[in-house]
């Protein structure tokens, strides 16, 4: 069988602020949690930093730019127009 891709549409919606602060931020939050407890159970098997280390970096990044742009919104009284899409593939 040959890699399949599909296309998702996660997010499409006009947001406050604070709603897009707190879609966008729990997102942000579970793949920081995800990769934290990776980077620790890969850490106590092997010793050697995995992908995980990098990636918290990244996404501690897009968490920090992402607030200075809800506040930058907020302040300004602006609504943000998210659109999200995922793709997938299938790999064999």
Do not use: C, W
């Amino acid at each position: 069988m040959k890699n399949q891709t599909r296309n998702f549409q996660l997010i499409d919606a006009t947001f406050t602020p604070d709603q897009a602060r707190q879609v966008l931020g729990a997102m942000v939050k579970s793949k920081i949690d995800y990769h934290s407890l990776e980077k620790h159970s890969e850490g106590e098997r092997s010793g050697i930093p995995n992908h995980s280390e990098e990636r918290l970096q990244s996404l501690r990044a897009l968490d920090t730019d992402l607030k200075a742009l809800f506040e930058s919104a907020r302040t300004s009284g602006g609504k943000l127009k998210v659109t999200g899409n995922i793709e997938i593939t299938l790999i064999e």
